[in-house]
């Protein structure tokens, strides 16, 4: 179901969250590590890409990569922010 310009998205569920932050852990090091890793923005947005297709199976709502990488980014900052 397509959203109204300007509508906001339903927030994420917890359900939602947990399949976001188990699907992000294994993957943290191609993510964040230094740029001496050599991976490729290419293969970063893959990452993503695959990260949303596992938090859509759960069926709540159609996240998209960008949408989870930015709750993933807002996570990481209110940790950072809480330590």
Do not use: N
Not at 16 to 39: A, F, N, R, S
């Amino acid at each position: 179901m397509a959203r109204a310009s300007g509508e906001r998205a339903p927030a994420f569920t917890a359900q939602e969250l947990e399949k976001l932050v188990d699907g992000v852990l294994p993957q943290y090091t191609l993510l964040y590590d230094p740029p001496d890793q050599q991976v490729s923005a290419h293969q970063k947005k893959a990452i993503w890409r695959a990260i949303a297709k596992d938090v859509r199976t759960l069926g709540v709502h159609q996240r998209r990569s960008t949408h989870c990488r930015k709750r993933w980014e807002d996570i990481r900052r209110w940790t950072k922010k809480t330590a």
